[in-house]
């Protein structure tokens, strides 16, 4: 039974809590700040957590008490010369860009879903499509207020306690809470996509579309059929995407900055397991390769390139109560080809092929200690939950380390704790400027006890 206060604020219990994959769950405890003042750890074990789009059990913290930031979602301070966001933590990404995209500014990275907080978004160093063009979050972020084991709070960022900022950035939530950040947006002349697919026959015509500079855009993806086999393998559609200006667009657009918002449609229930097969993910994916496959130029909103999931409220249930897993790997370039064959490979042969498959291009790694991103390849699958499935995973994690990678903790539910070790080569920096700051270690999580993180 949860206890009726932690740290003076109404607290509640939340049995079977899951993450974005509902992979794994634990019965937690949560309050939920109203008032910034409020802010701050709880308990002797806290944890700060936002939407809960993270994919594992990253914010999850079964031995302690979470704190729900969504209450704490205010705009702060906009300067319009400058294009620069100040905003508590709780903000999403959705509100964001609702307030923002007319005034002319977008985000300047965002990840495949703008149901995240903008805290959790440092939290997880997130990345998008345009990684090998602008970096991941953190890179945009100016400044930070982070809430510290002992209550303080103390500004950081690239010039201020930088070591402490560069922990924080892809930190997991493990330095402290943060409270409010800046953020450089990116201005844009309208609210519309200009995109152009073109299919690819195979793997290595993927890949090389991801590396050609004649077809770089500021937005690139490859989507990729992960049941192709033969010399099909790897074949997918390449999709690059950059900001329309006003004389792209369509003459029946009268206001180039305004959309409508679609309203979301909600999955109706869990599937059961039998409804995602082989067959029926061959359809999909065939389905898919018709209408993607078909574009080839064309204009359309922000919300459908860059979020196309979100238009269906808990898409999640598609892959039942068992939930899933979505596996994220990033190797070097040198590596990359062979891993991401032999990684195809793999799926294809097993029959337990991933709904989606997305291959993007990562330019340089930055400066966050525990930051995913690194300059390669990277390959993100969503795979459901089924018997055998510890197996395959085993055998693509071996894939990965014999080709120098690393998974991403935000979408890590499983990963050992020695391929953790092997990935992340600055976890002892982190974990020494983490000590500095919180040498109880107030702030944990699931996945830190996990992984062995800072023990």
Known sequence: MAPETVGGLPAKALPELGGWG????????AVRPEKAR????????TLARGLGRSYGDAALNSAGTLVLTERLNRFLEFDAETGVLRAEAGAS?????????????FLPVTPGTKFCTLGGCLASDVH??????DGSFSA???R??????DGERLEIGPDSNPELFWATAGGMGLTGIVADLSLRLLPVKTAYMRVRHTRTRDLDETVAMLADPAHDARYSVAWVDCLARGRSLGRGIYMAGEHALPEELPLRIEHPLRVKPKRQKPFPIDLPAWALNPTSMRMFNRLLDWVQGGKKDFVCPYEPYFYPLDSVHNWNRMYGKRGFVQYQYVVP???????TRKALDLLSTAGKASFLAVLKRMGPEGQGMLSFPKEGLTLALDIPWSDGLEDLLERLDAVVLEAGG?????????MPRAMFEAGYPRREEFCAAKRAVDPGGRFTSDQARRLGLCP
């Open 140 to 142: 945009h972020v100016t």
């Open 128 to 133: 998008g499509k345009n990684h090998h063009r």
């Open 93 to 105: 990404l959705a509100e964001v860009v609702e307030a923002m995209v007319p005034q002319g500014w």
């Open 38 to 45: 409020q802010l701050g750890p709880v308990g002797e074990k």
């Open 406 to 414: 690393r998974l991403y903790l935000a979408k890590d539910s499983r």
């Open 22 to 29: 509902r992979y794994p769950v634990s019965d937690n405890v």
């Open 333 to 339: 370039t040198h590596s990359a080809l062979e891993a």
């Open 144 to 149: 930070a207020s982070l809430v510290l084991a």
